[in-house]
């Protein structure tokens, strides 16, 4: 990667267009465990709440971009994502293109792929049979069937929707964060980042070819482990993961992106000498 900026520095690489893309932080609660015993039998009393935790996945090192590094579930929307107005419940693309900066059409794209994606690398599906439900168990052989074929593309999302009979619940999302590859990256995306609590009854799977590694883990000690050198992240990874650290629970952070301000970041890399460095505004 280093090289790779200052190749773009030293004007020997032209910048690359972003593509559209988006990622969710998918979340739950971590139940408390139950308080140790000391020598003489004494219960502690100290606070030892579990928090709320992150699903990460480390993409395989194969993989064109950001081989190695841990992310949250996601990728580059599909040109049929847009199409899915009429399975779309709760607040309209309206309210997404004005928290993220960009058209309603856009917006409902983003949201489109965000929920898609995260069902094509984890098996939870944010969508339900009416605009108060979500669908349970996606565990089933049938299931498993239409995430295989939206992820080799021979499914679109709208089609799945429709067949199943299941409303897209924009209104479980929460726009969080909006980054911008920077420009000397060959492979350049637009993304937007999401918050969405683990829906009740459905539980995340080891299933996206992507990935060889999957986890959930508090945003704490995943901030702690790549301070460490122990996990690799990329900075709007390692910045979300930061940002969660200051919530108790889901419900506060679910909370917190309602109200939060999102502006668009795009890292510069700065040359000092034969060492190129990643900075934000």
């Known amino acids: 990667m280093a090289e790779v900026a200052l190749e773009y520095a030293r004007g020997s690489r032209p910048p690359a267009d972003p593509r559209p893309a988006s990622t969710v932080i998918l979340l739950r609660d971590t139940p408390a465990p139950p308080p140790k015993a000391d020598a003489e039998g004494a219960r502690s009393t100290r606070d030892s709440s579990g928090g709320p935790e992150v699903y990460l996945l480390r993409r395989q090192r194969t993989m064109a971009f950001a081989a190695g590094m841990t992310v949250f579930p996601g990728g580059r929307v599909d040109p049929a994502d847009s199409a899915i107005a009429d399975s779309w419940s709760g607040p309209p693309p309206s309210v997404f293109a004005e928290r993220l900066g960009c058209s309603a059409e856009l917006a409902a794209a983003y949201v489109a792929a965000a929920v898609r994606e995260t069902f094509e690398e984890s098996g939870v599906l944010l969508a339900g049979p009416s605009t108060e439900t979500v669908v ?19 499914l679109r999302f709208a089609d799945f929707l429709h067949r199943r009979g299941l409303l897209l619940r924009a209104d479980l999302l929460g726009a969080w964060a909006h980054w911008i590859t920077p420009e000397f990256e060959p492979k350049r995306y637009d993304t937007a980042f999401f918050v969405a609590a683990l829906p009740a009854g459905q539980v995340t799977r080891d299933v996206t070819s992507e990935s060889d590694q999957v986890t959930w883990i508090r945003p704490a000690d995943a901030v702690a482990a790549v301070d460490a050198g122990e996990v690799l992240m990329l900075p709007p990874t390692y910045l979300c993961c930061r940002d969660l650290t200051q919530y108790d629970d889901v419900k506060s952070i679910l909370a917190g992106a309602a109200d939060r301000e999102i502006r668009t970041i795009m890292p510069t890399v700065r040359i000092d000498g034969d060492q190129a460095y990643l900075e934000t505004t």
Do not use: H, Q
């Open 136 to 154: 349970g168990d996606t565990t089933g052989v049938d299931w498993e069937a239409d995430r295989v074929a939206l992820e080799s593309g021979e």
